[in-house]
């Protein structure tokens, strides 16, 4: 490896250090990789000669026009993942700006500890196949403070959320950002990863909800259930409408994808154009003078989490300068003799890890180690399926090891301390669980062998 090559790795190294410690040194992410991004490609432009095949028979300006073209094409495939996400972004903004989840509300009310708590796991895990792990957090949160008084049942059944949207965003291919990243690259197809990973994904919720169902007893203390009057611009119906058409064409998208074979984001963009032209119909019968009008797309397009998109743009790309100089590759095959070719511990450690570090570099990572699309890395292998689920259910080992976990660890001021140390060990549970469960299918069941 030559001092150049080792030079990124330090910095990348660096820069991966400081999007852990986000909470320590209190510097956003998106800062860092952006950083992390510009200073990998700037060492490598200081002898891009080094890394371009072919290099030696070049002048100066086609080396340089040849660079050019080896940072737009990853650029474009990095593209195609951040439109996909501001897409489902604004969608999931619309709907629930307008009033199109007071359904969830009302599909949770009761006062029993028990039935609450199925409810949360199960209406979680198939909403965030539906929306996506991060937002479907927020949704159930802001509920649950609608319906839970008492601080602790509520962080109890808030870290059931987290445990859940990991597990429900991980069988989905637009449930998780490292999901969407799979199926973009077309690593894995909609039909696939549903129907491989949907039990595994489903047991590792089921399994903390089971051993939790012995320790919780008696009824809540709650809150008044009465609908606000938030959202009340729109009647009932065009609420309705609205859910319809922003959910619903969420499902449509890997449909769109399989009917046109056009990238996904292509789908999403189609159903926020449907969805951004309803509403101003609906909007069009709105006086100005009414608080919903704050509420248009023009508007809610302003409370999109840019930082989120700037912080997948920078790690992305860095990646992908990783993958051009060849260090994902050289790491592909050391952990390959490592393991001995064995993918349930490659994938099963590259979970575990993802718990403490963030999923979307280690999936990143792996989609540049392994370029030879061949038998267990071919679409849909077991591989990419494997490393599908563990990426999404080993984030809740910790609660920073997901969005979706640290989006819950603000809202309801969960303690890292107190969720290691009474929720950790359940997470832990349900996603090793998770994992025997898709070996014992795919060995027995299937036929498949190790």
Known sequence: MSTLTIAIVIVFIIGYAGIALESVTKVNKAAVALLMFVACWTLYMVSPESYVPGAGGMDASSLL?????????????????????????????????????????????TKSKRKLMWRIVLLTFFLSAILDNMTTSIVMVMVLNKLVANRHDRMTFASLVIIAANSGGAFSPIGDVTTIMLWNKSLITSQGVITEIFIPSLVSALIPALILEFTLKGELDTHDNTVSADAQDFTSCQRKIIFVLGVGGLCFVPIFKALTNLPPFVGILLVLGILWLTTEIFYRKVGKSKSGWSRRVSNVL???????????????????????????????????DVSNGNHYIVTGAIGVVSSIVDNVPLVAGCMG????????????????QLLAYCAGVGGSILIIGSAAGVVVMGLEKISFGWYMKHVSWLALAGYFAGMLCYFAINTFLRGYQL
């Not at 180690?369 to 990419?384: K, P, Q, S």
Request: glycine share 10%; hydrophobic share 50%; proline share 0%.
């Open 302 to 336: 302003r409370n999109i989490d840019m930082s989120t998109i700037l912080f997948f743009l920078g790690i992305l790309m860095a990646v992908s300068c990783l993958e051009e100089v060849g260090v994902l590759n050289t790491a592909g095959r050391w952990l390959n």
């Open 369 to 384: 180690m392994y370029t030879n699309l061949v038998g267990d890395f071919a679409c849909d292998g077991l591989f990419w």
């Open 65 to 109: 026009s040849k660079v050019n073209s080896i940072i737009e094409e990853h650029l474009g495939s990095t593209a195609t993942t951040l439109f996909f996400l501001m897409g489902a972004m604004t969608i999931v903004e619309i709907v629930d700006q307008n009033g199109g989840f007071n359904f969830v509300r009302n599909a949770l009310r």
